[in-house]
C-alpha cells in the first residue's frame, strides 16, 4: 500500500517546519569540563557512595553547577542522597 504523504498532518510530515528548525532552537544543552578538580571531587564521592569512576563524575559535576534531577536507568546513583532520580518505571 502506497502512502499519500500530501494527507499526512503537517506535523508527521519531514517538511513540516518543526523538523526544518535546528536542535540549538529549542534544546538549551550545557557542557562542563571533566577537570582535575572534577576528578579529586568524584574520588570521594566514589569511596563514599560505592560508585563506579563514570557514576561518581556524574554526582560531582550535578552536585558542582547545582544539579538535582536526573533521569536514568543506573539505580546505582540513588545512593547519593543529594539526587533525585527519575526511572522509566517511575512513569505510570
Given amino acids: 500500500m502506497r ?3 500530501s494527507s499526512m498532518p503537517t506535523s508527521l510530515c519531514t ?3 518543526v523538523f526544518r528548525r535546528s536542535a540549538k532552537d529549542w534544546l538549551s544543552v550545557a ?3 571533566i577537570t582535575e578538580e572534577v576528578i ?3 574520588k570521594e564521592v566514589r569511596q563514599g557512595y560505592g560508585l563506579m569512576t563514570n557514576d561518581s563524575i556524574t554526582a560531582s559535576l550535578m552536585t558542582r553547577h547545582g544539579l538535582t534531577h536526573l533521569a536514568t536507568l543506573d ?3 540513588q545512593r547519593v542522597p543529594s539526587l533525585a532520580l527519575y ?3 517511575d512513569v505510570p
Fill in 40 to 42: 579529586r571531587e568524584s
Fill in 15 to 17: 517538511t513540516s517546519p
Fill in 75 to 77: 539505580s546505582d546513583l
Fill in 87 to 89: 526511572q522509566p518505571t
Fill in 31 to 33: 557542557v562542563w569540563p
Fill in 3 to 5: 502512502r499519500r504523504y
